[in-house]
Structure formats: structure tokens, C-alpha cells
């Protein structure tokens, strides 16, 4: 019987089979389709692009966007208002509020959003950095754009909560975010008109 | 403005990009989960499986199956009866039916199917070794195990026409297959059923 591939392609197909939402025929699929298709040039791109992932980039220390330094480009930009923070779930989210190509403050990335059914408490959002700025007065303005979900809306309330006892002014991104909606998934116009709407939180 | 990610994630993003039925937003996704959430030691075992994938395995100069060697371990196998070939479309179908455990032949891989839509003709298949070892008068009976589509049919029709100028018995797989069904996605008894149905082509 010979029920299985052989050793490599099981391995690629284990590998595939740790991404998000990827089962075991979905990983075949991947797995073959690099074997049967895929050129030896972009196999090793490929290949390349993983090993260099965790060596060429990084988390920025400050807001906790991707980076190819400690401190992110927009962090490290003197040209942008320091004292207004963004706050987003996802690195995703950020770069897609970033294509609007209005926004000129900084942001926040929490990395997660709070969720009873999964377990994820304030505790496990990456808000330590945010909160020593507001602690030292470097922010005017925090902007909570999480997602229209439960979860980023029980976020957005816990962060409120927390940020009540200082001088920060606390807005909540609101027009045009469909209930339910995934930030990353609008088109722009909406992401501009939600937060152009604004409103005091 | 910073509407894409570092270089080596964009790299990431382009490559998963290439597998099939993933846009960009999924292949986001996966880079970012990769990033985000793997492991150092996972990301090596990936990077190395896709590495050795053209260097470790090989398509069987007899059959067109996946290989370790030259020649696979079915088609190496003495105690099976090198005079049933049964032909499928796709290495996944082979290995589907070889989890019966019920078929002691041998296979052959056509590596596709005929489809006017995608310009497929039988010439862009794998059947020359096919075609030899007929000639050879090496096959007794040939079982087309093609995909019950359109495509597959269609197959198996221009099969039987190549084949009938020569003395061997073609078979096609038959009950228990639904129509416009995909061989990979049955189960074991629908397959053996299949199996022992088949009927004079």
C-alpha cells in the first residue's frame, strides 16, 4: 500500500497545513501544484522569502507595525503627528487605512482583539507602549479604529475604559463601517467617510 | 505613505500568490500568519521541504506518478500485475485509489485531461509510455479511471479510440461515481464500488 506521498511532499503538505484555514486536501492541492507547476527559480524565492522573514523583518517596538527596523517607517517619520495614535487590531488593517492616504498621524497595532470565546483578555493585546505615551502626555488624540465585530467592539470599550483617568481625547472611527465588517476588506472611499465621521467615544 | 509591506513579505505575499485559487488577500493572510504566529523551526521545515522538492522526488519514467527514484514503488513492485494499468488523471486520484487497498495493478498518470476550454488536447497528456508498453503487448486490460466531468469523459473517450487497434481489454471505472464528481473527493466504498462495477468500454 502506498497511501501516502513521498517524505518531502508530506512535509510540504504539513507545512501548508499550518496556515490559517488550511485542511489537509487544501495543503495537498498547494503541495502538488509546487511540485507539478512551479518553477525551480520560484520554488527557491519561495523558499528564500520564508528563511528571511523573521531576519529581515521585525515588530516596531513603538507601535507594533511590521518593520525592517526596530522603529517602523511611519514611527520614524518626523513629518507625521506623533500625538495622534491610531489604534488597529492588525498589521493588515493598518496598511489598508494607510492606502487612504489621509491619515497623517500614527498608529497602534494591538495584534488581537479582546475575546471571551477564544480567551484573549486586554492582558494579551500589545498595549504596554501605548500606554506609557499617553502616561508621559505625548498623545492628544487616540483614535480607536478596531473592527465593527463584538470582539473589536468590546476592545474599543475595554481601551476607553482604560484611557478615562487620562488628558487624551478618545474617538471611536464610525460612519460607513458595516456592522460586522472587516476593516481590511472595504474599499477606500468607505474607510475615508468612516473616518472623516469620527465621533467623541 | 506605506501601503505595502517590507520587501521580503511582499516576496512572501508574491509567492504564495502564485498557488492555485489564491488571490491577494489570502496570500496576505498566510504571509502575515507566517509571520506573526510560526515558529522559527516551522518556518525552516517549510523553507527546506519546498527546497528539496525537485532534488528529493521525480515523476516516474513508467507511470507518471510522484517518485522518489526513477521508477515508483508501485511500478517497481513485483508482486503486482503489471498487465492491469489503471489510468487516472491526477497523482491525487492515484493515491486516493490506492487507499482501497483493493487494486493490485499498476497505474498510469495522464498528468491532466482533454479540454477544448483550456486548449488541452491528448497530446499535452502523458500517455506515450502508455502507448509503448501497449504496443509491447505488455497490457492485458486498461481501466480508465478519468473524472466523471466533461473532461474526463472526454478522455477516456479519445483513450479507447487510441486503443481499440490493439489487442487489450479497456474497462472504465463506473458505478457508484456521480456525475460531475471529483475521484479525489469520494470515499473508500464509493471507490470500491467504482471499482467492482466497471464495464466494457
Do not use: W
Request: proline residues 1%; hydrophobic residues 35%; contains cysteine.
Amino acid at each position: 500500500m502506498n497511501t501516502k506521498y513521498p517524505e518531502t511532499l508530506e512535509n510540504l503538505i504539513d507545512s501548508f497545513g499550518k496556515l490559517p484555514g488550511v485542511g489537509r486536501k487544501t495543503a495537498e492541492r498547494y503541495a502538488l501544484y509546487v511540485f507539478m507547476h512551479m518553477k525551480d527559480e520560484d520554488i527557491t524565492d519561495f523558499s528564500n522569502a520564508l528563511l528571511s522573514l523573521h531576519t529581515d523583518i521585525h515588530i516596531c517596538e513603538s507601535c507594533g507595525n511590521i518593520s525592517e527596523g526596530n522603529i517602523c517607517k511611519i514611527c520614524s517619520d518626523s513629518s507625521r503627528n506623533h500625538r495622534q495614535v491610531l489604534v488597529v487590531e492588525s498589521i493588515k488593517d493598518l496598511i489598508t487605512l494607510e492606502k487612504v492616504n489621509e491619515y497623517k498621524g500614527i498608529y497602534h497595532v494591538l495584534n488581537g482583539s479582546i475575546s471571551f470565546s477564544k480567551g484573549i483578555s486586554i492582558d494579551d493585546l500589545n498595549i504596554d507602549s501605548l500606554m506609557e505615551k499617553v502616561k508621559g502626555g505625548e498623545v492628544d488624540e487616540i483614535i480607536l479604529a478596531t473592527n465593527a465585530t463584538l470582539e473589536g467592539e468590546t476592545t474599543a470599550k475595554y481601551l476607553k475604559e482604560l484611557l478615562k483617568s487620562y488628558d487624551v481625547k478618545v474617538t471611536r472611527i464610525a460612519h460607513g463601517l458595516p456592522v460586522g465588517g472587516d476593516i481590511s476588506y472595504l474599499d477606500e472611499l468607505t474607510l475615508l467617510k468612516a473616518f472623516e465621521g469620527r465621533r467623541e467615544y
